[in-house]
């Protein structure tokens, strides 16, 4: 399911919970709420854009011989992950940022590099 669909389901379950019955102006609003938080989730608000992390994930992979299903597999994800990373289009969890790096024997701030 697309983030879209989601947000809007979950967004008319709460207008529906808090207002009843929806009406038109209701549902203009939901819409405009449904886009906004779309907005503000692809980064255009927060000021986080795509590319301010590089990643030397798939260098370090090299290093040590691991394929990117390897190297997912060791750290309890799927290779797409693995490939979201590398190309800088997601962000990881604190837990995920440390196990890649303990897996590729370097420190956080030398797998994950960000642009002030």
């Known amino acids: 399911m697309k983030a879209k ?7 008319s ?10 009406s038109g102006l209701r549902c203009i609003m939901k819409t405009c709420l449904v886009n906004w938080l779309l907005y503000y ?3 255009h ?3 986080m854009k795509r590319g301010q992390m590089k990643t030397r994930i798939k260098e370090l992979r090299a290093r040590y011989d691991l394929t990117q299903d390897e190297l997912a597999k060791l750290v309890g994800v799927r290779r797409e992950t693995i ?8 962000n990881p969890s604190l837990k995920l940022a440390y196990d890649i790096s303990k897996i590729l024997h370097s420190r956080i701030e030398e ?3 960000f642009e002030d």
Do not use: C, D, P
Not at 13 to 22: D, E, M, T
């Open 5 to 11: 669909e989601i947000l809007n389901r979950r967004v």
């Open 41 to 43: 989730m692809s980064g």
């Open 45 to 47: 608000i927060t000021g």
């Open 13 to 22: 379950q709460a207008f529906f919970l808090h207002y009843g019955a929806s």
């Open 83 to 90: 490939v979201f990373l590398e190309k800088g289009k997601y």
């Open 111 to 113: 797998v994950f590099l």
